[in-house]
């Protein structure tokens, strides 16, 4: 018999990877969405603790969105209250941005609804507070939709017709991804 003309089968590992990266990618596949009920206020506040648990909380940026009155301010009290925020929790409503500082952790809450002008957006410096390291949690972040940098975690509340809060968490993430486990 001679020899063949086609060359002996070689491992290639090149191709392995690329195989493992896509598995990888396909297991990590984001955005990742969880819906919940939160039948009270009880039920909010367990779910603002739990979510202050996580250690990449501190650098998350959480979009939160609902109608007027949906729960998204009483969210933010209970998770700044399970933090370590003491004392009064203002809605940023007319300041547009209310800061706290907590050792180890700055934390600011953004209410976009009375925004106006996109040229505040430079004017008040949120570029930069959304470049540095922090908590960023935003009210209505879709009036500043195209300044604001991709939410890790984004956050949707509405009522039901039991006045029950209909919740639907949705990771952009692997930040958001981390604080939805």
Same mark, same amino acid.
Do not use: C
């Given at each position: 018999?001679?020899?063949?003309?086609?060359?002996?089968?070689?491992?290639?590992?090149?191709?392995?990877?690329?195989?493992?990266?896509?598995?990888?990618?396909?297991?990590? #596949?984001?955005?990742?969405?969880?819906?919940?009920r939160?039948?009270?206020?009880?039920?909010?506040?367990?779910?603002?603790?739990?979510?202050?648990?996580?250690?990449?909380?501190?650098?998350?940026?959480?979009?939160?969105? &609902?109608?007027?009155?949906?729960?998204?301010?009483?969210?933010?009290? #209970?998770?700044?209250? !399970?933090?370590?925020?003491?004392?009064?929790?203002?809605?940023?409503?007319?300041?547009?941005?209310?800061?706290?500082?907590?050792?180890?952790l700055?934390?600011? #809450?953004?209410?976009?609804?009375?925004?106006?002008?996109?040229?505040?957006?430079?004017?008040? &410096?949120?570029?930069?507070?959304?470049?540095?390291?922090?908590?960023?949690?935003?009210?209505?972040?879709?009036?500043? !939709?195209?300044?604001?940098? &991709?939410?890790?975690?984004?956050? !949707?509340?509405?009522?039901?017709?039991?006045?029950?809060?209909l919740?639907?968490?949705?990771? #952009?993430?692997?930040?958001?991804?981390?604080?939805?486990?």
């Open positions: 018999m001679g020899e063949s003309k086609f060359p002996a089968p070689s491992l290639n590992l090149g191709n392995q990877l690329v195989a493992l990266e896509l598995m990888n990618a396909v297991a990590s #596949h984001l955005p990742i969405v969880k819906s919940l939160w039948k009270n206020e009880l039920a909010t506040q367990l779910f603002a603790a739990q979510l202050a648990r996580h250690p990449e909380l501190g650098q998350a940026f959480i979009a939160l969105r &609902g109608d007027l009155g949906a729960g998204k301010t009483t969210l933010v009290r #209970h998770l700044l209250q !399970a933090l370590g925020v003491t004392g009064r929790i203002k809605s940023p409503t007319y300041a547009v941005v209310e800061p706290y500082e907590l050792p180890g700055a934390i600011w #809450h953004f209410d976009f609804y009375r925004f106006a002008d996109p040229l505040e957006w430079e004017d008040a &410096g949120f570029r930069d507070i959304f470049a540095s390291p922090g908590l960023k949690l935003a009210e209505w972040p879709e009036r500043v !939709a195209a300044l604001l940098p &991709g939410a890790d975690l984004e956050i !949707a509340i509405w009522t039901d017709l039991e006045a029950d809060r919740v639907s968490l949705t990771a #952009h993430t692997s930040i958001g991804k981390a604080l939805l486990t």
